[in-house]
């Protein structure tokens, strides 16, 4: 048994122990992210108000194969043009309606000269109702450049993780039967294949455009 001053003491001892834990959660979360940094490359603001990543081989984006309208489609067959990459569904009630529509009216600032060296893929994450030309439809009604791509569910799924992408679907009581929740981040390709910059869910028109125009000007590896 315990006298008053030890039982004191002893709950002294037991109260630091939460504050020692979450101290080392601390020490630990900033190790790990340390390695992450290192080994990936934070990114960097750029004077348009994207996100530039720098790649590191085999860390990051790559080349992908999914379906248009039945077809094999993939991305490196945009080689020589900068794609502009999104993510989502063409049941999403409102973010892909809102990001799909920002990114037309970026395009419709660039020239027509600077518009022919780019191609956009809208990537479905939803091949289960996305399906053969209802896809593409839905791509061209914002802008006609646009390209709706899909694919298995596996095929989506490791195109989406190449890019850091995340999707879900979540079990809805409307007519719709359920919905998705997915990242709204919008990524530019290089001409050459290399990911090169993430455009948040907050862009402007003048920002995609900006984008755009800077990719345009990166020089192959």
Sequence with gaps: MLCSNDAKFGDNRLKKIPLLVAALAFVVGIVAAQYLLSTNVPPTA???????????????GGDFTLTQAGKPTKLSDFSGKVVVLYFGYASC????????AIISAGLKKLSAEELAQVQPLFVSVD?????????????QHFHPNI???????????QA???YGAFFSKVTSTSAMGYMIDHTSNTYLISKDGQFVTILPHEMTPDTVAASIREALKLQPD
Excluded at 93 to 100: A, E, G, R, S
């Design 46 to 60: 750029t004077p348009s108000g994207s996100t530039r990543v720098p790649v590191v081989a085999g860390k990051f």
């Design 93 to 100: 009630p409102d973010i892909c309606p809102t990001t799909l």
């Design 127 to 139: 091949p289960e109702r996305d399906n053969g030309e209802r896809l593409n439809t839905y791509a």
């Design 147 to 157: 390209k709706g791509v899909t694919g298995t569910a596996e095929e989506v799924q």
């Design 160 to 162: 989406a993780q190449q």
